[in-house]
């Protein structure tokens, strides 16, 4: 006998494909309601599509769960899952991809940095032009600091040369996904999740869609520099053993300067038999080599903790609320 779930699933048949909207939220109550009212505004753009919206509040400090609550009581369109904590930004991401249904999914700020209005673009390129995936990547950096710009720039040359993913300058998380291509995502397992770099891995042809950028609405950003900072060496540990590779050839360096300094001191002493002497010399070098080592045992202890979180299998995230 079918049990009444499955019976009440085949009841949902739908005339027109369904896009969803996923939107990770944190202190983000003044930039939701706008970020609504201008999904509104593009509905009636998009077509014979049905739109839902998925909201995720990643334990957000401010009302955003109140406004969420307000605003899904108010649009049928819109649903919502809430933290139990901050989880970050890539859990709420996951988050709400799993929670989406549509036929295609887009993943985008509440802050309209991403903008909606792009969206029916986009899905006449998957419809029309047969990509599976459409990018977005911001042509300018108009807005941001000059100092994160840089560092930005340097970190895409940087993880571009040693990672097993090419990732492009600029790109942003606003991405048309097809549901096969969510469905790779949502498979992926690992606890350590960088989007963008996940995005690569899992292929699809995609085509890129330039925009100027755009401020804020609302709010502030969630990023610091030192949070830009981690989350860069996140991504090259997570597609890159080139900083492993590095240490090797710096032991391996420092082991045949150390070999030709022993021959120097050997010849020294058999020639001229004085070879013990420059200890200032000598603690500089150790200081040194001390340090070479220290650097070294920390990039395999950066190694070594990634492997910690995957092994503890804790997931990603836990949800406390939901909209019914
Ligand atoms: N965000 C989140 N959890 C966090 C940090 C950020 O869900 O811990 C959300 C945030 O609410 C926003 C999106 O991620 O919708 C991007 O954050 P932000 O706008 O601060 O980043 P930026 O656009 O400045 O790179
Ligand atoms: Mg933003």
């Not at 048949?13 to 999904?39: D, G, H, Q």
């Not at 249904?101 to 673009?121: C, N």
């Not at 991405?175 to 995502?185: G, I, P, Q, T």
Request: proline content about 4%; hydrophobic content about 45%; glycine content about 6%.
């Amino acid at each position: 006998m079918k049990s009444s779930l499955a019976f009440e699933k085949e009841e949902i048949t739908r005339e027109c494909p369904l896009l969803s909207l996923v939107v990770p939220c944190y202190n983000e109550e003044k930039a939701l309601p706008c970020f609504i009212k201008e999904v509104q505004r593009v509905m009636p753009q998009i077509g014979k599509v049905d739109v839902e919206v998925i909201l995720v509040n990643d334990g957000s400090k401010d009302n955003t769960l109140g406004v969420m609550q307000q605003i899904s009581s108010e649009f049928e369109f819109v649903r919502y899952v809430s933290f139990s904590r901050n989880f970050g930004k890539e859990s709420a991401i996951l988050a709400g991809l799993k929670e989406a249904d549509g036929d295609w999914v887009a993943v985008m700020d509440a802050d309209l940095q991403d903008p909606p209005s792009m969206l029916p673009e986009m899905l006449r390129i998957v419809c029309e032009e047969g990509y599976d995936c459409v990018g977005t990547r911001r042509i300018s950096r108009k807005g941001e600091p000059p100092i994160r710009s840089f560092f930005a720039r340097c970190f895409y040359k940087i993880i571009n040369k040693i990672a097993d993913v090419k990732l492009v300058d600029g790109a942003r998380d606003f991405k048309l996904l097809s549901r096969e291509a969510v469905d790779a995502l949502v498979a992926l397992p690992e606890v350590n999740r960088f989007s963008k770099g996940l995005y690569e891995w899992i292929g699809f042809r995609t085509k890129w869609l330039e925009f100027e950028n755009v401020e804020r609405v609302a709010g502030e950003t969630k990023w610091s520099f030192w949070g830009l900072v981690k989350y860069s060496i996140e991504g090259i540990l997570s597609f890159s053993t080139a900083p492993l590779v590095l240490s090797v050839i710096l032991g391996l360096t420092f082991m045949f300067l150390a070999l030709g300094g022993i021959a120097v001191l050997v010849a020294r002493q058999l020639i001229y038999h004085n070879s013990a002497y420059g200890w200032t010399s000598m603690v500089c070098i150790i200081l040194l080599l001390s340090g070479v080592q220290l650097f070294c045992l920390g990039i395999i202890g950066q190694y070594i903790s990634k492997m910690y979180t995957e092994i503890k299998k804790r997931p990603h995230y836990i949800i406390s609320e939901r909209s019914r």
